[in-house]
């Protein structure tokens, strides 16, 4: 069975930052893109990033590039997204998801719960 | 970045009748297009990817059509499980996106 599972959310001060980590289990982590979809409370869903299988090609939405960086580890299962610099409207329900191949242009089959990161003085 | 929007923004229905959703693209995205159902506090669930297939577990009731900018999804009866939040993504262009989504409400 799939399983993504997300941690590190929680309150952090505007310019301050946070780090989410996803453990995954159920299938084979190193054939596969991963990406972090956020949900704003109340909203739609946002793309906020995303690696290939092999780490090779990372993309941004134009609203968090330059200040989120997302990384893998194969050894231990794990994706990560470094989040800096935040603001106010980076508050959000954030999703670790699955895509359905090794690219980063891709959909997502399986999704974790989310982690809450809100961003406030 | 390819804008999709959604129609319409909330439809109300009874169960057992047929739905129809709509997503349609700024431009054309070929058939890179998915669907998910979102209940309230759950992740969303992909139903539909490439426009017209179905993911692993979707029942027959749920199907997708279209192509190049119009995509739809229908949900042939509705069942009360089927009342959720259905958003349409599109992967054919730089960056991935998703539609603002469509509430299915009961009537």
């Known amino acids: 069975e799939v399983q993504l599972v997300e941690s590190g959310g929680g309150l952090v001060q505007p310019g301050r930052s946070l780090r989410l980590s996803c453990v995954a289990s159920?299938?084979?982590?190193?054939?596969?893109?991963m990406h972090w979809v956020r949900q704003p409370p109340g909203k739609g869903l946002e793309w906020v990033s995303g690696i290939s299988w092999n780490s090779d090609k990372r993309g941004y939405a134009d609203s968090v590039k330059g200040r989120f960086t997302i990384s893998r580890d194969l050894a231990k299962n794990s994706l990560y997204l470094e989040m800096n610099s935040l603001r106010a409207d980076d508050t959000a329900l954030y999703f670790c998801?699955?895509?359905?191949?090794?690219?980063?242009?891709?959909?997502?089959?399986?999704w974790g719960l989310g982690a809450l990161v809100i961003v406030s003085s | 970045e390819i804008v999709l929007t959604q129609s319409p923004a909330t439809l109300s229905l009874s169960p057992g009748e047929r739905a129809t959703l709509s997503c349609r693209a700024s431009?054309?995205?070929?058939?890179?297009v998915a669907w998910y159902q979102q209940k309230p506090g759950q992740a969303p669930r992909l139903l539909i990817f490439?426009?017209?297939k179905r993911a692993t577990g979707v029942p027959t009731r749920f199907s997708g059509s279209g192509s190049g900018t119009d995509f739809t999804l229908i949900i042939s009866s509705l069942e009360p499980e089927d009342f959720a939040v259905y958003y349409c993504?599109?992967?054919?262009?730089?960056?991935?996106?998703f539609g603002q989504g469509t509430k299915l409400e009961i009537k």
């Open positions: 431009q054309s995205v070929s058939n890179y």
């Open positions: 159920g299938f084979t982590f190193d054939d596969f893109g």
């Open positions: 998801a699955k895509g359905l191949g090794g690219t980063i242009e891709n959909f997502f089959d399986y």
């Open positions: 490439d426009a017209s």
């Open positions: 993504q599109q992967r054919s262009n730089w960056p991935n996106t």
